[in-house]
């Protein structure tokens, strides 16, 4: 258990917390620091205080497992060590060194001064984790630094560095050398300065913008629909203006109370876990040597190779890319080109950085350019005998010992490693999603064959290139696009049975996706998955129902925004979706033609008919061990598909909702629809009264 220590250097009684990894405010740390503040106070040889924390974890803030659990009885919180600073007349100094953030810059306001190293940063997190600060932030933070300042920070989470939070008048002093030196000679300068030692909660804060609360919620509606807590901070930081400080604390410990309690708020903090579980994998730990990708090079420069290669060039890894198709290869760097000069316009990066990053990414005409490399990312075109036939040549040309990826979305990645039979250990999946050098997820596809060293090598590049990476197992789809597939099914099922493209596109927005499934199709393009389609006729149950509405607007060259239609029609030069008349004819027919009769189908039905098919393959996936975990499932769907991360997550909003309703929900879809046939783990879990929250605890 944490706790805090008492030294003392002349007149500076030193109070250090140590709770590692992080200095969490866990049960008992409150504590620790409020005895050692009364004996501080006691001692008459102390004059001032300098509080400051153990190791290089910063200050976290609350600790986070210990939200959701009773607080132990009699247990003093961050609450009552505040007001014991604030009561202190001796002055106390808080020395910040690394991330000071949520209760622990609370507590570092509550402070008479804070000196901070230079590459301290301080925040507001809590509303990531769905509820405002509530140990006095929203009150303290606005005094301090201004209204705009501290509303920007607690509304949208930002953290500011050393300097920036000097200027704005969060931090007193900014130390550049030792830290503790610096405070204790700060503290001396206090001492003999004599009082007042002045409070935060004494200053009245200053508005310089009297439109930046209204701006601010406009902005809020767009940006976080459907969620509380970015306006529950809102209002907080309002009240700090209109209250006097006492009557704002209990307003911001009200409206704490009422987040924390929310669903959103459990759902946020059960993803900020998530994010953290999915790093541990079974057989891979920190001893697990991982071979040094010094150089890279992917095979294929279409839509996937570029974006790939961008993320080396990012990363700063040196990256070969090459393409059978030299128009393929030029048309790759041309494109990659002007992504980086449109980040320059935009003052994303700088000019110098863009052309460093152009100039690593090196044009390789044949595959023999992959010598030297340490790792190698097939991503040609989507057919198992030409990837089987590059990694063929991949076997040749490659260095020994160096990785070769599959990019592929659903093929057999066994199958591949069995194409190279003595680097079998070498060979795994890497799937990157489109746009790669955007979107934050990687499936890393474990196969039975390949290492350790191989699988922790993907691990840490995933992470080099600033990826969130999942392990997933070899299967068709993997964990995602597994799923993918039985919802998008029920959306064109959806569009038969009487819905339209742009009822179930809001239905679906209005739950929080990003972007309705029509739309999304409308911008990957719609010839891709209909190519698919007819690769996989011959899989097909055809004692199934099977929609022909997608295909049919493939045979009219309606393939999407880059034909100007799909779902919708696009005005030249404009992505925003127009509903088509011509495309609810199409559907009408293709219904009439299956015998089906239209009706009125609500939001309702089609968010549960589209998501209980996701939880239903999520329970699958999860039995057949594709995904480590339940949350691991979470964690794909938010940060490959626009699931909200405010809901939680697909498996564990399925939780919230309660597995024995989903249950009941689907048994009843299964008795006159195909493809709803329960999953047997959620069949058990649901007869259990357990959560795939239970499932995750108990592997
Ligand atoms: O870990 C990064 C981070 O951002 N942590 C969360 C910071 C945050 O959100 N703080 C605000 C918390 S809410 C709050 O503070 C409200 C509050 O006081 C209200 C008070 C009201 C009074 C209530 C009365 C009952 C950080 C930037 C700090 C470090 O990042 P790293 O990448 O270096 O390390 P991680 O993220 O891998 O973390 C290392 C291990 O520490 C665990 N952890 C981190 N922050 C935690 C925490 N555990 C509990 N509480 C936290 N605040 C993290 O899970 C990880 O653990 P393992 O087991 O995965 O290694
Ligand atoms: P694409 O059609 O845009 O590009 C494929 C490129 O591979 C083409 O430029 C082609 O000339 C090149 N190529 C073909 N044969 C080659 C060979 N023998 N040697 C070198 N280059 C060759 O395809 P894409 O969308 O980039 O997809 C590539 C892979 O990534 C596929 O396996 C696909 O399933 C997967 N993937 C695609 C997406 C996506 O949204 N497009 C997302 C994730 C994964």
């Not at 306001?109 to 940063?121: G, I, N, Q, W």
């Not at 290669?309 to 048309?331: H, K, Q, W, Y």
């Not at 003595?422 to 039975?448: I, K, W, Y």
């Not at 840490?460 to 597994?482: D, E, P, Q, S």
Request: aromatic share 6%.
């Amino acid at each position: 258990m944490g706790g805090a220590s008492l030294e003392h250097e002349g007149a500076v009684g030193i109070i250090t917390i140590d709770n590692p990894p992080v200095n969490a405010m866990s049960p008992g740390v409150p504590g620790a620091i409020l005895e050692r503040l009364a004996e501080a106070q006691a001692d008459n040889a102390v004059e001032a205080v300098v509080l400051r924390c153990a190791g290089k974890g910063g200050l976290a803030g609350a600790d986070i497992r210990s939200f959701g659990t009773p607080w132990p009885e009699g247990e003093p919180t961050l609450r009552d060590v505040i007001p014991a600073i604030e009561r202190s007349a001796k002055p106390v100094i808080v020395a910040l060194n690394g991330y000071c953030l949520g209760g622990g810059l609370e507590l570092a306001l509550s402070c008479h001064y804070r000196v901070a190293s230079r590459k301290t940063e301080v925040g507001q997190p809590e509303v990531l984790l769905g509820f405002p600060p509530g140990a006095g932030g929203t009150q303290r933070l606005p005094r301090l630094a201004g209204v705009e300042t501290a509303l920007a920070m607690i509304v949208d989470g930002t953290y500011v560095a050393a300097e920036d939070a000097a200027r704005s008048g969060i931090i007193d002093r900014v130390i550049n050398g030792d830290l503790l030196e610096g405070a204790l000679a700060f503290a001396s300068e206090r001492i003999a300065a004599g009082p007042p030692h002045s409070l935060a909660r004494e200053r009245t804060p200053v508005l310089k913008d009297p439109n930046v609360f209204a701006a601010t919620r406009e902005r809020l509606e767009r940006r976080a629909r459907g969620q509380r807590a970015p306006i529950a901070c809102l209002e907080c930081v309002e009240s700090a203006l209109t209250l006097p400080f006492d009557e704002g604390i209990r307003k911001e410990r009200e409206i704490f109370e009422e987040c924390m309690a929310s669903p959103e708020s459990a759902a946020l903090r059960h993803v900020f876990f998530a994010e953290r579980a999915v790093r541990k994998v079974p057989g891979i730990g920190k001893d697990t040597p991982a071979r040094a990708v010094e150089r890279a090079a992917i095979i294929g420069a279409g839509t996937m190779g570029r974006g790939i290669a961008t993320c080396f060039a990012n990363a700063g890894i040196p990256v070969g890319l090459m393409d059978s198709d030299s128009g393929a290869l030029e048309r790759a760097l041309a494109a990659i080109r002007s992504d980086y000069e449109r980040r320059v316009k935009r003052g994303r990066i700088s000019a110098a950085d863009a052309e460093a990053r152009v100039k690593l990414i090196e044009p390789i005409e044949t595959l023999e350019g992959v010598a030297g490399t340490d790792l190698v990312i097939e991503a040609v075109f989507e057919e198992m005998p030409l990837k089987e036939e590059v990694f063929r040549a991949l076997d040749s040309a490659c260095d020994e010992g160096a990785i070769i990826a599959s990019n592929t979305s659903y093929l057999d990645v066994d199958h591949l490693a069995d194409v190279v039979p003595h680097r079998r250990g070498n060979v795994l999946g890497m799937h990157f999603f489109s746009p790669a050098q955007v979107m934050r997820l990687l499936e890393v596809v474990r196969t039975d064959s390949a290492s350790p060293e191989t699988l922790a090598t993907a691990l840490a590049l995933g992470r080099r290139l600033g990826k969130i990476a999942v392990v997933a197992g070899v299967c068709h789809g993997f964990i995602g696009n597994r799923m993918l597939e039985g919802y998008t099914r029920q959306v064109r099922f959806l569009l038969e049975e009487g819905a339209s493209p742009s009822e179930i596109d809001a239905a679906l927005t209005g739950f929080g996706m990003a972007m309705g499934p029509c739309a999304v199709a409308d911008l990957a393009g719609l010839d891709v998955s209909w190519r698919k389609r007819k690769a996989d006729a011959h899989l097909r149950d055809p004692s199934k129902r099977y929609s022909a509405v997608a295909d049919r607007l493939c045979e009219l060259g309606r393939f999407g925004q880059k034909t100007g239609a799909g779902y919708y029609r696009y005005e030249s030069g404009s992505r925003a979706p127009v509903p088509d008349p011509e495309v609810d004819a199409l559907i009408a027919e293709v219904a009439a033609e299956n015998g089906i009769t239209r009706r009125a189908i609500g939001a309702d039905e089609i968010v549960q008919r589209c998501l209980y098919h996701l939880v239903n393959e999520g329970a699958r996936v999860l039995e057949d061990g594709i995904a480590l975990r339940a949350s691991d499932i979470d964690i794909v769907w938010i940060n490959g598909y626009g699931f909200p991360r405010w809901r939680g997550g697909v498996m564990h909003w399925a939780d919230h909702v309660g597995l024995d309703a989903i249950h009941d929900t689907i048994t009843g879809f299964n008795e006159s629809q195909d493809y709803w046939e329960p999953a047997p783990l959620l069949g058990r879990l649901a007869a259990e009264g357990k959560s795939f929250a239970d499932f995750d605890r108990a592997a």
